[in-house]
């Protein structure tokens, strides 16, 4: 018998990732329309990178990436609030 080309442990994902790579390909199949309302187009992409997240974390940025960004968005909102330009 002849090795395996592909272990089955290298097969082997988990099942959230598989859910996901499902979810996603009927998401893509059936994008909505550009004329949906605004909350169905969000819901889409919103749906699109969750599942994207899923199937490949090592492509999603964290905190460690960007240390300073939390800072640097208080600052920014402190200031918006100042001049009046944010609730």
């Known amino acids: 018998m002849a090795t395996p080309t592909n272990p089955i442990e290298r097969l082997d994902v988990p099942e959230l990732v598989v859910e996901a790579q499902v979810h996603l390909s009927g998401l893509l199949a059936h994008p909505v329309p ?24 090592e492509a999603c940025s964290t905190v460690a990436d960007y240390p300073d960004w939390f800072a640097a968005m208080d600052a920014r909102i402190a200031t918006e609030r100042t001049r009046g330009g944010a609730s």
Do not use: Y
């Open 34 to 57: 550009e004329a949906a309302p605004l909350k169905e187009r969000h819901d889409w992409f919103a749906s699109v990178f969750r599942d994207l997240a899923v199937i490949h974390p």
